[in-house]
């Protein structure tokens, strides 16, 4: 009753009064009005989300582009609302008038913009030590308020309510649709998971699902890595997260095993004595915890030492290398027999040798 009212107003006394073919003067004043009003609320929010952006800290969201970007919604919307009010569009189309279709559009592409500056915002102020978690959680941000976004459009638009039509007379094919796409759905849900879970992140050296390198991006269905060959694999995250994953930088400290053998006839003590040295000789392995070294097995050819130093995780390969490296070099010294594996074959019968003199 009130809309019927509201539009008679428009058509009574001067107001009603044609001046272009079925143009009313009612017509111009609410189309003027309904752009004034647009424009004035434009400006204020705008100057509004200026002045908060002084003193909020929530800057990703509130800031110089975000009320920009608000300000020429506002606008456009009036503008084309105006346009409706004036009959230019009142067409009708799937059972709505095209000026709504236009004004969900904008609100989507405007909520879009916004969505993908705020990630990049948030993406640009983060530390670099930060920077994997805070990708992350931009891209939840991101895909969250489009979809929120698209789900408004729809409901300007006025297509909301005959969603439920259209999904019951497509029923079968939703069905077909969902068998094809159980695993992007169960991909996308285990990079949901795979986000609040953290078993790792961009920049992490890894060993999953059978391969081996540097964890290159993280994405809502996929991960990628880089292997140390330089080979880029994709994961699906299903797969990802349903496997045994080892994050090798997850701690800062990581421990180096290596054995080392020795012969039988030397002093086990002494050579134990000359690793310990060179390892504290060492910038890189750290004192706390404190390295083992110790006599582990007696081998066939040798006697085992183990040794067992920790390191700094982002110089583990390095410490690794430079350790084997220097126990060789200091065993030379001291003159202790690294064997190689040797073997006694014994015969049951006595061999004969037959020599061929020239």
Do not use: C
Not at 145 to 166: D, E, P, Y
Not at 297 to 312: C, E, F, R, T
Request: net charge positive.
């Amino acid at each position: 009753m009130g809309a019927a009212n509201t539009t008679s107003l428009w058509n009574q006394g001067v107001l009603g009064k044609k001046l272009l073919f079925t143009l009313t003067t009612g017509a111009v004043v609410k189309a003027v009005l309904i752009l004034v009003v647009g424009l004035v609320i434009a400006k204020v929010l705008r100057k509004y989300l200026l002045s908060l952006a002084r003193t909020t800290k929530y800057v990703w969201i509130i800031n110089e582009d975000t009320a920009s970007t608000l300000h020429n919604m506002v606008v456009v919307v009036a503008l084309v609302y105006s346009l409706d009010a004036l009959g230019v569009l009142s067409i009708t189309v799937a059972g709505t008038s095209l000026s709504n279709i236009l004004a969900a559009f904008l609100v989507f592409y405007f909520s879009y913009v916004l969505a993908k500056k705020s990630k990049d915002y948030i993406i640009m102020r983060s530390s670099k030590q930060k920077l994997p978690e805070v990708q992350l959680k931009a891209k939840l941000y991101y895909y969250t308020f489009v979809t929120l976004a698209f789900f408004i459009a729809l409901n300007i638009a006025g297509l909301s309510g005959r969603l439920s039509t259209i999904v019951a007379a497509a029923g079968i094919t939703g069905i077909v649709l969902g068998f094809a796409s159980q695993t992007v759905v169960a991909n996308f849900i285990s990079g949901i998971f795979m986000y609040f879970d953290k078993p790792l992140k961009i920049g992490d050296p890894v060993e999953v699902a059978g391969y081996s390198g540097v964890v290159h991006d993280i994405r809502i269905l996929s991960t990628r890595i880089r292997t140390w060959d330089g080979l880029l694999v994709r994961i699906p995250n299903e797969k990802l997260f349903n496997s045994d994953i080892k994050n090798l930088q997850k701690y800062p400290a990581r421990r180096v095993d290596i054995t080392v053998g020795i012969a039988y006839k030397e002093d086990a003590g002494r050579a134990i004595e000359v690793i310990k040295k060179t390892l504290d000789e060492m910038p890189y392995v750290l004192a706390e915890p404190e390295p083992m070294v110790f006599v582990d097995n007696l081998g066939d050819s040798s006697v085992n030492i183990a040794v067992k130093a920790w390191a700094p995780s982002e110089k583990w390969f390095d410490v690794r290398w430079q350790i084997v490296q220097k126990i060789k070099e200091a065993l030379d010294r001291e003159g202790i027999e690294i064997p190689f594996p040797q073997r006694v074959n014994w015969f049951a019968e006595e061999l004969r040798v037959k020599v061929e003199k020239d």
